[in-house]
């Protein structure tokens, strides 16, 4: 009888550290998991955080508000064009405006992601060669047609690997950018 007791004390204790461990690996992953809202909180209170790292839902749901925030302006001033065209002019202002607030924290949220992948932000200033480019050409700079149409699609094939690069699972061991 003694061995039956001990054997269910034993049984007892793993199922009991098997809801403990369960109930931890909930924990965390719901601390992994960010919500919509407390992404594009953290995407404005890190506005010129640049160093950390930023999960993959953190970067896609900031993402996703710069998508609808950005479409959602263009869209309001195009169907307003017939209506009230100093309406639209303003609408087309505010788009303007709100892409110049958001450029810097996707830059930060963007080097998060590339940290919490285990990649270096350095890659972030090949973005910043291209961008340069894209607004000295037209203005400053008579570039041939075929050198712009070449550099636009580099530009174009670098932002599917930096979107490929984005979607990489986060490095937990070996990662120097995390605390």
Not at 84 to 89: D, E, G, H, V, Y
Request: hydrophobic share 55%; aromatic share 16%; with cysteine.
């Amino acid at each position: 009888m003694p061995i039956k007791k001990q054997i269910v004390k034993k049984s007892n204790k793993t199922v009991a550290q098997r809801k403990v461990a369960k109930s931890v690996a909930r924990t965390e992953k719901r601390s992994k998991c960010v919500s919509f809202g407390r992404a594009v909180s953290n995407f404005f209170k890190k506005y010129f955080q640049f160093d950390g790292v930023a999960t993959r839902a953190e970067y896609w749901w900031a993402m996703l508000f710069v998508v609808i925030g950005v479409v959602g302006l263009l869209t309001a001033s195009w169907f307003l064009q017939g209506v009230n065209l100093l309406f639209s002019s303003f609408i087309a202002m505010m788009w303007l405006l709100f892409c110049t607030v958001v450029i810097v924290p996707i830059w930060a949220v963007m080097a998060r992601r590339l940290h919490d992948a285990g990649f270096t932000a350095r890659l972030l200033y090949i973005n910043l060669v291209f961008l340069v480019y894209s607004i000295l050409v037209p203005w400053v700079i008579a570039a041939p047609l075929r050198i712009s149409s070449i550099i636009g699609w580099l530009d174009f094939c670098w932002g599917i690997v930096m979107l490929v690069l984005a979607c990489f699972p986060s490095k937990t061991q070996n990662n120097p950018y995390r605390d």
